[in-house]
């Protein structure tokens, strides 16, 4: 992987991606409300437009349906979409067109047709955005058979698996947290691609697995150097990707700790969290020294209030709190 | 349009008639699963548009596709194979009765989602506008689907940026038998005609009678060189009155096989609730009469069904032949590339 000089935001990373993807492939387009000239409502298509023209970035009606349908179509005819919904929870919209249409027509035709599509959407809790604008559902298309879910936590996964995501030949949802769109960080060069399915250790250790997702990746890091002013070396895997799921990874990890912490920036209930852990007592069952933990959104809509909204996901002191007691057999609040 | 022209139509609703006659008679036996929509009664349309079509257009279709598909050249065995759920069906099995496709066709997909047609073919249409190539996208949909809102999304959409897709809206409830205006079978809508809606989007529009299969392939055909010359898309209202047999979810054929011999009167019109669909609307026997005013006769109209039937004889053997797919099939396509 070649680094370039200068360091680049999130946001600027997946841009780049786009790009360098458009540039290489005249099939790829970027289809969107405010995509176009305004640049999106982050400023996360800034320059686009200007680069490659309404003939490659469509500006739409607010019709996320029907543009979402649109590039299902226009994907089986050949192009190859990448498709913005603005908000995450505006997803709902189109869940037809991308659960009964998307996911299953390589399946229902025997395989002869494909729908190489990519849906990128921003989430986030943390913007006081309010109940409608900052829940994340990619438990439910994990869901999905026939779907691929990514969810990228750095500048540099983010532009990789932008590449790996518009390359495949399958509807790829691409979750981006917007809480880290101005994060900094090198990102690999125009040939540094990462396809679906492959995560990452992002810290090593040796005492428990932080198994983390999106935004609980920073939080895990930030506990991971709490526990080890403690003494407790914690190994932060970040996954990247929901489906395909790596389980090579959760299964080495879980082996080398024995214990393992699930954290989820979707809701606990029925969520992600849910099927990892589930999928580490299958893996690694007879390696656990402590029974499998999961911290995740607050099972509740995010709220408006910062002083709420703060508080539905745990933060980098309270993971570490629980990782502790895991590693130690104590319970959060007991003595030493 | 010429006789032979007019003949050749015929025999291709004839061969959707007497094909999905097949499949309810092979429902009633227990060979086919769940449920299925039929077509019956609508051929005209069918037949009509697709025969105005190039082989480079495509067609997304719905729930009641079994028309579509046999007129767009679908051999008749796979596709009653894909309805029995054979490994030999166009789909090898996974799609079943309401996801009959084919790309060799350009029939990639069949929606029963109802909006589904409109905004894939809006997609497809799209695809064109950009590459080019005296391409159009097709989308059959009831006049139910206008109920969706998705419907209404493709259709501005595709005015929007003049895409080449012909909106094909088969209203089958205009004049229901047995159902009261409003109610089941029937669509539920604000507007009394259906044409305001694209007529709103500006949104070049006919409403045309849908059994009548030599105005409607004269107006598939001027529709196709509109949308080829780039002048935006066409919404097209078929008005075809409901076969009776289709009231319930289950199609009931209960006056048996049509039988050609009633266009001229040599064998008798049923009696009862039903004697005026076949005397007014049954687009195979209204065509059977035209053409028989055209100088073809009866014999020759026999002749062809004779040819069919034993066409679908052979194609029913060959589907109730057929295995059913393993089980390894059903996990072989849930990603493209993956590997078996």
């Not at chain 2, 035209?290 to 006769?297: I, K, Q, R, S, T």
């Not at chain 2, 679908?312 to 078996?340: C, H, K, V, W, Y």
């Amino acid at each position: 992987m070649t680094a370039t000089q200068t360091q680049v935001t999130f946001r600027e990373a997946v841009i780049e991606a786009l790009a360098e993807e458009m540039a290489r492939d005249r099939n790829v387009l970027l289809i969107g409300e405010d995509v176009g000239a305004a640049g999106g409502v982050f400023h996360q298509t800034k320059g686009l437009f200007d680069q490659f023209g309404p003939i490659r970035v469509i500006d739409t009606p607010i019709s996320e349906a029907g543009f979402i349908g649109m590039a299902v179509g226009a994907a089986m005819s050949g192009l190859r979409p990448v498709t913005e919904v603005m908000f995450g929870d505006f997803i709902t919209l189109g869940m037809d067109l991308l659960v009964n249409q998307a996911a299953k027509v390589h399946w229902m035709s025997d395989g002869q047709y494909r729908v190489p599509l990519v849906v990128r959407t921003a989430v986030g809790i943390g913007a006081a955005t309010g109940p409608q604008h900052a829940q994340s559902f990619h438990a439910w298309f994990a869901h999905v058979p026939g779907l691929k879910v990514v969810f990228p936590s750095n500048p540099a996964d983010a532009k990789a698996l932008m590449k790996g995501a518009i390359r495949d030949d399958n509807p790829v949802i691409f979750f981006e947290d917007r809480m880290s769109y101005g994060m900094r960080g090198s990102v690999g060069g125009a040939d540094h691609v990462l396809p679906p399915g492959q995560a990452a250790v992002a810290r090593p250790g040796r005492d428990i697995s932080l198994i983390a997702l999106g935004q609980m990746v920073p939080r895990a890091l930030d506990a991971a150097t709490r526990l080890a002013s403690a003494g407790i070396e914690a190994e932060v895997i970040d996954l990247r990707s929901l489906v395909p799921l790596d389980e090579g990874i959760i299964a080495q990890t879980v082996r080398r700790t024995n214990r393992a912490l699930v954290l989820d920036p979707g809701c606990i209930g029925f969520g992600a969290s849910a099927e990892i852990a589930a999928r580490v007592q299958e893996l690694a069952f007879d390696w656990l020294d402590a029974p499998v933990a999961r911290m995740g959104a607050a099972q509740v809509p995010v709220p408006f209030s910062p002083a709420l909204e703060s508080r539905v996901l745990p933060d980098g002191a309270a993971i570490a709190a629980r990782a502790a007691a895991m590693v130690t057999g104590r319970q959060e609040g007991e003595a030493a | 349009m010429q006789t032979t022209e007019k003949m050749a139509l015929w025999q291709r609703m004839l061969l959707m008639r007497r094909f999905e006659e097949r499949v309810i008679a092979l429902a009633g036996k227990g060979h086919v699963a769940g449920h299925y929509h039929v077509y019956i009664g609508q051929e005209a349309t069918g037949a009509a548009v697709i025969d105005a079509l190039g082989p480079a257009d495509m067609l997304f279709s719905t729930h009641r596709n079994h028309g579509h598909f046999i007129a767009r050249g679908a051999d008749p065995a796979a596709a009653l194979a894909e309805i029995l759920g054979r490994a030999t069906g166009c789909n090898g099995g996974m799609g079943g009765s309401l996801h009959l496709a084919d790309p060799q066709l350009g029939m990639p997909h069949t929606s029963a989602v109802l909006g589904g047609a409109p905004a894939l073919a809006m997609g497809a249409g799209f695809e064109m506008a950009r590459s080019g190539g005296d391409r159009i996208a097709v989308a059959f949909f009831g006049d139910g689907a206008l109920e969706e809102g998705l419907a209404l999304e493709a259709l501005n959409m595709a005015a929007l940026w003049k895409l080449p897709v012909l909106f094909v809206c088969e209203n089958n409830s205009a004049g229901a038998i047995g159902a009261a205006k409003g109610g089941y079978p029937g669509s539920i809508i604000g507007t009394e005609r259906l044409t305001a809606l694209p007529a709103a989007f500006n949104i070049r529009h006919v409403s045309l009678d849908g059994n009548h299969m030599e105005g409607l392939r004269a107006a598939a055909s001027d529709a196709r060189k509109a949308l080829i010359a780039g002048e935006g898309p066409v919404f097209m209202e078929t008005n075809t009155p409901r076969w009776f047999g289709n009231q319930g979810l289950w199609p009931d054929l209960r006056h048996g096989p049509v039988d050609i011999g009633m266009a001229t009167g040599e064998t008798p019109l049923p009696g009862g609730p039903d004697a005026d669909w076949f005397a007014a609307h049954d687009p195979i026997l209204r065509g059977a009469r035209e053409l028989v005013a055209a100088g073809v006769p009866l014999s020759a109209l026999h002749q062809a069904d004779a040819r069919i039937t034993a066409d679908m004889d052979a194609a029913e053997a060959l589907a109730l032949a057929a295995p059913f797919p393993d089980r390894a099939a059903a996990l072989r396509n849930i990603f493209a590339g993956q590997s078996t």
